[in-house]
């Protein structure tokens, strides 16, 4: 039997946006109980979530990834003001938004949509939303009051802007003390300047 790889396609931040992400989370942290923190390393921003793809497949989807996303450019991505799913009023999912680059990041992900949807992918029904997200109030639990103030009084935070220049099919493997993403393939975006012939 195949062995079945929870899998999910995403883009990186970079290492500046991580701090800027990260620092507010430990001062929320800090003063919010009840909250699953996305550790540091694991902030990205998902295009697709593919579920539990098997071991074999996984080849035909990289290849997929990587000719859906050949020549497009790099861009910048801002990410700024936080909000939650379904809304600030009721977190469960908490995230930091973006601006500047979120239409071409949507055309990023309509293009994986299109190129994955072949292989027996069914496209998303809900509108692409591109967020980061930060924590999910735990499982059965009620937003405290303390987040939708937090939220609120943070609702126009910036984190700055991050240059997208791959995307990235990742494995997720769930543990007790936290996901553990691990990069399959990358797929890169085409440079603004191409090398001299």
Not at 101 to 126: C, M, V
Not at 148 to 155: G, P, Q, T, Y
């Amino acid at each position: 039997m195949s062995r079945m790889v929870r899998t999910f396609v995403a883009v990186e931040i970079d290492e500046a946006v991580r701090r800027r992400a990260s620092a507010l989370i430990e001062r929320a942290r800090a003063s919010i109980e009840g909250i699953r923190w996305v550790g540091p390393q694991n902030l990205h921003v998902t295009l697709k979530f593919l579920g539990d793809v098997a071991e074999e497949d996984l080849p035909a989807v990289c290849e997929a990834v990587t000719q859906a996303v050949a020549g497009v450019p790099g861009f910048d991505l801002e990410f700024r003001a936080l909000g939650a799913f379904p809304r600030v009023d009721r977190p469960n999912n908490v995230w930091l938004g973006s601006g500047e680059g979120a239409g071409a990041l949507a055309d990023l992900a309509d293009r994986i949509e299109r190129a994955l949807n072949p292989l027996g992918f069914p496209r998303e029904h809900r509108k692409f939303e591109p967020h980061l997200t930060l924590g999910r109030v735990a499982r059965g639990g009620r937003a405290p009051a303390a987040l939708v103030r937090w939220l609120r009084e943070n609702a126009a935070f910036e984190a700055g802007r991050s240059r997208i220049r791959e995307v990235v099919v990742f494995s997720s493997q769930l543990t007790p003390q936290g996901a553990i993403y691990t990069a399959l393939c990358r797929a890169s975006l085409a440079s603004e300047h191409p090398p001299p012939p």
